[in-house]
């Protein structure tokens, strides 16, 4: 089943908490659409991976990489690794008419929109050519290759369409495109393709191959990311309290310990525990009784301490100082 990483969860969050009218917040909307789309390909593609029989052919998966490159970082989402070769697969999860322009390094892609009065219209917007940025990729991850001392290993990368309903055309060079490009239910074949292509190139062991996932593994650098920073959030901006568990509307407030909606009368013993959830995924994995007081909108620290004692949470430090982490 699908599940959303943590990642993308925070930023849902974030969405759900930040006030409507902050200036990112059109931003962070296209960044959750655009974290959904490419999470929802990856997932899409595992079950095409399954096809290519591995007792014939082994290789390991490696994913979410992000490497170190001069003074930045290039980041491949799955790549295989064959005893002959590795492959690049950049999984794109994208609607409508896909007109593919290698030779000006654009993709154009064209979706039907309905407007307020539902008339509708064909939209055209230029996207970043995933052909090019394959391309990239390759000539990046064989320079690692290269520094790590396998010189001889060959490679080739492929951009995998996820979504079956798109349509997907060439304005030019379309051998080029045929080379680059593959819907997810042909994935299998084309790697068999390239299999063969391959059978003749040097060839690692499959002890070395373990190697070399260990080591894209601990050379992967995880980005740091403060979704807060990133999208300019102050603590100000974040509405805090505990939302309502039925209406989904802020706020239930603690009536003899037991959490009520004002407007729907919603009442929950419990509700508290997805809001603590939602604070560790805002603001790290640690929270004090003064923040807890502030995030569930409590006026006392003594029940906000023994709503943080009910939980089973870590404890750190004294009781003056006391700080929750989450297990
Ligand atoms: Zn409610």
Known sequence: ????????????????????????????????????????????INYYLSLIPELKYDFQIVRGLRLPFKNSYFQIDTLLLFPSFFLILEVKHLTGTLHFDPNFHQLLQTKNIILPNNESIDETKSIPDPILQVKRQFNQLKDWFDDQGYTDYRGDSLVVLTNTNAIVKAISDNKK?????????????????LIRKHENDDYLYWEELKVISKQLKSSNVVRSNNDLEEFNVQVSDIHPGVFCTS????????????????????????????????????????????????????????????????????????TFSKRYHKK
């Open 1 to 44: 089943m699908f599940k959303e990483s943590v990642n993308l969860q925070k930023l849902q969050v974030l969405k759900k908490r930040l006030k409507v009218d902050h200036p990112k917040y059109m931003d962070l909307e296209n960044e959750i659409r655009m974290k959904t789309a490419g999470e929802y390909g990856e997932y899409s």
């Open 247 to 318: 209406c989904e509307v802020l706020l239930m407030v603690r009536v003899n310990g037991i959490w009520k909606c004002i407007v729907c009368n919603h009442v929950s013993k419990d509700a508290h525990v997805k809001t603590i959830d939602e604070y560790f995924l805002l603001f790290g994995n640690e929270i004090s009784s003064r923040d807890c007081m502030w995030f569930l909108q409590l006026n006392s620290t003594y029940i906000a301490r023994s709503i943080l004692k009910s939980m089973k949470l870590n404890e750190v430090g004294n």
């Open 177 to 193: 495109v045929q080379d680059f490009v593959v819907r997810s239910p042909g994935l299998s074949f084309r790697v068999e393709k």
